[in-house]
T-cell receptor, first 113, second 113 residues
Framework: ETAVFQTPNYHVTQVGNEVSFNCKQT?????MYWYKQDSKKLLKIMFS???????VNETVPRRFSPQSSDKAHLNLRIKSVEPEDSAVYLC????????????FGPGTRLTVL | QQKVQQSPESLSVPEGGMASLNCTSS?????YFWWYRQHSGEGPKALM?????GDKKEGRFTAHLNKASLHVSLHIRDSQPSDSALYFC?????????????FGLGTRVSVFP
């Protein structure tokens, strides 16, 4: 099956802890993304990673960092979570180019207590 | 202010009826538009893309783009219960796909029997 896979589905943690989410795509795409979807369902781009080039949305706090081992994997680490980090984190991938559709994974729901 | 604005916020449509969704961009750098659909508990999935002025039809879905006014619409003909979902308009800039998509806040569509 070719798709975008994310683990875990859910994660509950306490303020100040470190968390890490995994994303793998089997679509053979060159570009991967992380989006945050807040409680109002607003989707905002956090990072994109293409050919070892990382593009960071300037509004993303420094406690967030993406980690890539190869073009099929792009993980997300949050160093010291805060309550406002509670959200659904969505990973996506696409081919290169203006017309490329982005394919999304099912998301990881993070709850920070 | 949101760069991509959607209306209405929510929409109830009888089964078999027509649903009409609107999207307007305030950023003239956006040249590529997508409609994504998200069912509860899932990641968004692309429905249609539209990059040129005029209409584009795919099955029961028709998108319309007016680049001069930066207005995009989506019409769903013969609405089915499975069309009940959150619909997002998304946009990207020319040669800047790696910056990710900019999403609107979504229109929640409910199809009732």
């Amino acid at each position: 099956e070719t798709a975008v896979f994310q683990t875990p589905n859910y994660h509950v943690t306490q303020v100040g802890n470190e968390v890490s989410f995994n994303c793998k795509q089997t679509l053979g795409h060159d570009t991967m993304y992380w989006y945050k979807q807040d409680s109002k369902k607003l989707l905002k781009i956090m990072f994109s990673y293409n050919n070892k080039q990382l593009i960071v949305n300037e509004t993303v706090p420094r406690r967030f960092s993406p980690q890539s081992s190869d073009k099929a994997h792009l993980n997300l680490r949050i160093k010291s979570v805060e309550p406002e980090d509670s959200a659904v984190y969505l990973c996506a991938s696409s081919e290169q180019g203006n017309y490329a559709e982005q394919f999304f994974g099912p998301g990881t729901r993070l709850t920070v207590l | 202010q949101q760069k991509v604005q959607q209306s209405p916020e929510s929409l109830s449509v009888p089964e078999g009826g027509m649903a009409s969704l609107n999207c307007t961009s305030s950023d003239r750098n956006f040249q590529y538009f997508w409609w994504y659909r998200q069912h509860s508990g899932e990641g968004p999935k692309a429905l249609m893309s539209i990059f040129s002025d005029g209409d584009k039809k795919e099955g029961r879905f028709t998108a319309h783009l007016n680049k001069a006014s930066l207005h995009v619409s989506l019409h769903i003909r013969d609405s089915q219960p499975s069309d009940s979902a959150l619909y997002f308009c998304a946009a990207s800039e020319h040669n800047n796909y790696a910056q990710g998509l900019t999403f609107g806040l979504g229109t929640r569509v409910s199809v009732f029997p």
